[in-house]
């Protein structure tokens, strides 16, 4: 099993908090040693930190939970490798281009017979379930749509029930985002929340660290945080039921 | 105008000393100070580590440059901005996957008319000439062959003739691999060093660095180094003539 981060905000927003809380799981208080990976988008474009090393020791974590870099949308994975190597190609989250657009993507869970799903020119470079089942999505997404339709909801609608499908080759919780929207898919272990003014403390469950966010931010501010558990102590985490599926945009649940 | 960076080597090296060099030139010893970026290979995975703020004074470069991540194949670029904003989604290098493998690029130089070039799938996120020249490459070589030939001498020769087109639209020079391979095209700007034993010191043109490269390797390292301008002032770096390309291999120069 590995875990899962995801934001959405309508400003950009850093995540060095939340990163902690995640970074603490991967190989101190959490099994997740094989790697982590963070992307973010800034405009069009996105960047990954990437690393087969466990979290907690990674140089390159410790620079990413120290640089605030500031991102409307981020997705984030810590690995416990069971489908393939523990390599750098096989680490999350995995990028590909589509309709002009980055889009980037993270699982959690465990998948069989995937590969009797049809590939077409959108291949895996490493060896997961994982990065095979993004691949065929995109490949999927690419035969009904030629190009980006107008109406991005249908987009994410067709690909809930990509995901559907993949629920029935195992454990399938997804972060999924074009840099814009954020979609997230929910096999057995997912949880997210919306944090908006009236602001107020959080308390991290995985390291000493608590942050007074009404400090941090403005009025306007939405921000929209998604887990494979709560990171946080004492605020509300929506729990998501199995085969549900949300769709943040600039924080804002709108699907 | 843009620098170059390019590295092959038949040991995971690290680029740590030339890659001093070319940040200086990030808007400190040159005018290259609207973004840099560099993507390191490890086996068929690729990291990138880019910034879209002057080399010379980016957190991010300063972590790459004290934190010697050993490669065997890294391709570099320090930008300085005429088509395309400063901005992460034009700021070289760029990948794209392809048969399966991880693609990088990085251009010096700039081309009029290349919206001409048809594209099909594969299209650029921003608003460069290079990525657009270089989504072509990936395309043109994707409808020769849909699958990677087992003869990969083949494809670099098929790429020549995409860059002696490329040539016709202005200025052209490239590094392009696909993690195995390093192939670099020449319109007027463009060195190569091969080192190998007898391993001598060299001496850094843009900062006060000397290195004993006999005190690093083995007698059995051989690596190849390519850039815009030499980087070393005590070394015969070859200079390479226009419409001239190389493809080097494990450090070697194989065509």
């Not at 500031?70 to 393939?84: D, E, F, P, Y």
Request: aromatic residues 10%; glycine residues 8%; contains cysteine.
């Amino acid at each position: 099993m590995c875990e899962l981060l995801g934001m959405s905000a309508n400003v950009p927003t850093d995540i060095c908090f939340s990163f902690s809380g995640l970074l603490k799981r991967g190989g101190e208080t959490g099994p997740h040693k094989d790697g982590w990976g963070i992307t973010f988008y800034e405009g069009k474009g996105c960047r990954s930190f990437k690393d087969p090393q466990p979290s907690s020791r990674s140089r390159i974590a410790q620079l990413v939970k120290n640089y605030p870099i500031k991102s409307k949308v981020v997705i984030s994975h810590i690995r416990q490798a069971n489908r393939g190597g523990v390599s750098l190609e096989n680490t999350h989250p995995f990028t590909r281009q589509l309709w002009g657009q980055n889009w980037t993507y993270a699982h959690n869970g465990q998948l069989t017979d995937h590969e009797k799903l049809p590939l077409g020119r959108t291949l895996p470079i490493g060896e997961t379930d994982s990065e095979y089942a993004f691949c065929w999505i995109i490949e999927q997404l690419y035969q009904t749509y030629n190009e980006a339709p107008k109406d991005m909801l249908l987009v994410f609608k067709e690909i809930a029930s990509y995901a559907h499908k993949l629920r029935q080759l195992g454990v399938f919780n997804m972060l999924l985002t074009n840099g814009e929207y954020m979609m997230c898919y929910c096999t057995n272990n997912l949880h997210w929340i919306t944090r908006c003014a009236p602001f107020g403390q959080a308390q991290l469950i995985d390291a000493d660290m608590v942050v007074d966010f009404q400090k941090e931010t403005t009025h306007k501010d939405v921000v929209t945080l998604i887990a494979t558990r709560p990171l946080t102590s004492n605020e509300q985490w929506n729990k998501m039921h199995s085969g549900e599926f949300c769709v943040f945009h600039l924080g804002k649940r709108i699907l």
